[in-house]
């Protein structure tokens, strides 16, 4: 343990950090109840872009975003953005 301690006490000098992983379990909970669902994601590549969409969601909430009006925001603004951004 006092190999340890100063990770142990890293929550009493960054109020930030939990004490606890308590929402990182309850948070990926939805995950591991439909894990069955997502047996059939069709593809390697669909798995993927499910995880991609999970992060996003994950991301968004961590940050106080509600993630449906922040997708709702990016897909209606989507169409008017230029298909290539970058300038060669």
Not at 11 to 17: P, S, T
Not at 63 to 76: C, E, F, G, S, T
């Amino acid at each position: 343990m006092f190999k340890r301690w100063p990770a142990f006490t890293q929550f009493l000098q960054d109020c930030r950090v939990c004490l606890t992983n308590n929402a990182a379990e309850r948070a990926l909970r939805g995950i591991a109840l439909g894990r069955k669902s997502w047996l059939f994601a069709g593809s390697d590549r669909g798995g993927q872009r499910a995880a991609f969409m999970y992060s996003l969601i994950a991301t968004a909430k961590l940050n106080d975003v509600d993630p449906q009006a922040w997708l709702a925001d990016v897909l209606a603004r989507i169409a008017d953005h230029p298909a290539t951004s970058w300038t060669t």
